[in-house]
């Protein structure tokens, strides 16, 4: 087991590169199992998830090549189309290769995702999406078992809910297709914008991709390609906050300002001051006094849950009283008590954390949960006084590439350790 060891209170300085996204690179590469010419995926992250996605796609039978940041795949065997238990049960996401697996070769096998930290996290909405394309969908063992053995068939689907996964999982199925799909109350995150690109890239036939009704035209068979992923917007606004909650002069670099619009304008209201200083970076720093901003989580564009836990750690350090409120998962408050032994003042009542600050922190043990509410103890071990031990951080190396790195090289001082 690993944990951080993290002395506080030095401000970040400098330029802090930002990787290729972890929700776009999983979709993407299971979008390979589409087709059986060879797909090159450059800014894949090497986190512990896409090992992952790509351990998932080898056991399918497919050739994959890991060279740094670029993965090649070639899919042109696939035997054995199914995502076994002890690979699903990691990571729920992988649930992704049940449409490409079904579109493509008729049939697939996935172990349903067993529960979640932040909430049960069903696939229901995949799988009735798929029902909705002619497949013939039963569940037995903890597998779903998926069939079209006469192919798939374009319908009009419209989901109940928004789910990014589930627009996802459609919208690989929905290419291969006999004719048009029309996906209504689609997610428009930008990863699901960056998948549809890159099947385009290898001959599908998309429109609307971003909106919330997503037309497909499917076609017979898709094709090999290059596609370079997008940046990650989390590990994007994770390294913003880090800049303010440590009162630093950062500059994050290599991301997209247009995908980070909801979070900018809550740390401006806040009294962060944040500047675009090139296409892709951004600047922040803070001038004054931290002011308490409500936030409330929605679907993209609204303000992203996986950067809640984030923005919650700064507002322990703004002046009044913060109203966070989480709509997308039902247990997404993991790191309340964690902040909370730091000496973060924050009650919650129901779906709503209520923080009042500025609290001083300062350094404690604490326990990792979850990907990102870890992440929100690293931003406030980096700005409490003192040593904090942060445990079990192979949750955070699920979707930061060595973020102690990056972090130090910008004056934090993280040392892992194992134990
Ligand atoms: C994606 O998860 C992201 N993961 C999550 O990021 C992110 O938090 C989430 O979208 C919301 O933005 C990837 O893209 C790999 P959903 P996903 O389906 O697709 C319910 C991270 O930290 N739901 O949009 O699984 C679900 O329980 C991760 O990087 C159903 O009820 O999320 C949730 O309450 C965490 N039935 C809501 O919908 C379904 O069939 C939204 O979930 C599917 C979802």
New binding site residues.
């Given amino acids: 087991m690993e944990k951080f060891v993290i002395q506080g209170g030095a401000p970040l300085t400098g330029t802090i590169p930002v990787s290729g996204s972890?929700?776009s690179a999983?979709?993407t590469l299971a979008a390979c199992l589409l087709t059986g010419e060879t797909v090159t995926l450059d800014r894949i992250p090497p986190v512990r998830?896409i090992g992952t996605m790509i351990d998932l796609i080898r056991h399918t039978g497919a050739d994959v090549k890991v060279e740094g940041g670029r993965v090649t795949i070639c899919a042109a065997n696939v035997e054995k189309p199914e995502a076994p238990y002890e690979v699903v049960k990691t990571m729920?996401?992988s649930s992704?290769v049940l449409g490409p697996l079904v579109a493509r070769c008729g049939r697939a096998r996935v172990s349903l995702p067993g529960g979640c930290a932040?909430?049960?996290?069903?696939?229901?909405?995949?799988?009735?999406a798929l029902e909705q394309l002619g497949a013939e969908v039963r569940q037995e063992h903890g597998y779903i078992e998926a069939v079209a053995p006469q192919g798939l068939k374009g319908a009009t689907v419209e989901f109940d809910?928004?789910?990014?996964?589930?627009t996802?999982d459609l919208l690989m199925a929905a290419v291969l297709a006999k004719g048009e799909s029309i996906i209504e109350n689609a997610?428009r995150?930008p990863?699901v914008v960056d998948l549809a690109n890159l099947l385009i890239k290898m001959g599908a036939k998309i429109e609307g991709a971003g909106t919330s009704t997503i037309r497909v035209q499917g076609v017979t068979t898709l094709g090999g390609t290059q596609h370079t992923i997008i940046a990650d917007r989390?590990e994007a606004g994770t390294f913003l906050i880090a800049g303010a909650i440590t009162r630093g002069d950062l500059t994050v670099q290599g991301c997209v300002p247009e995908h980070l619009r909801s979070l900018i304008s809550k740390m401006r209201q806040s009294g962060v001051e944040i500047t675009e200083t090139a296409p892709d970076a951004l600047h922040v720093r803070v001038p004054g006094k931290l002011k308490h901003v409500d936030i409330t989580t929605e679907?993209?564009p609204g303000f992203?849950?996986?950067l809640q836990a984030q923005f919650m750690a700064l507002m322990t350090q703004a002046e009044g009283i913060s109203f966070i409120t989480e709509k997308?998962?039902?247990n997404r408050f993991m790191h309340v008590l964690e902040l909370a032994r730091m000496g973060a003042n924050i009650r919650i009542e129901g779906r709503q954390a209520i923080v009042a600050g500025p609290t001083r922190l300062s350094g404690a043990q604490v326990i990792a949960s979850?990907?990102?509410a870890s992440a929100s103890l690293v931003l406030a071990a980096i700005a409490a006084e003192g040593e904090t031990e942060i445990d079990r951080v192979y949750h955070i190396d699920r979707?930061y590439e060595h973020i102690e790195t990056k972090l130090n090289a910008v004056g934090a001082m993280i040392r892992r350790e194992t134990h």
């Fill in positions: 972890k929700n999983l979709p998830d729920r996401a992704l932040i909430g049960a996290r069903p696939i229901n909405l995949h799988v009735n809910r928004i789910t990014v996964t589930g996802e997610a995150e990863e989390i679907e993209h992203a849950t996986d997308i998962f039902e979850d990907l990102r979707g």
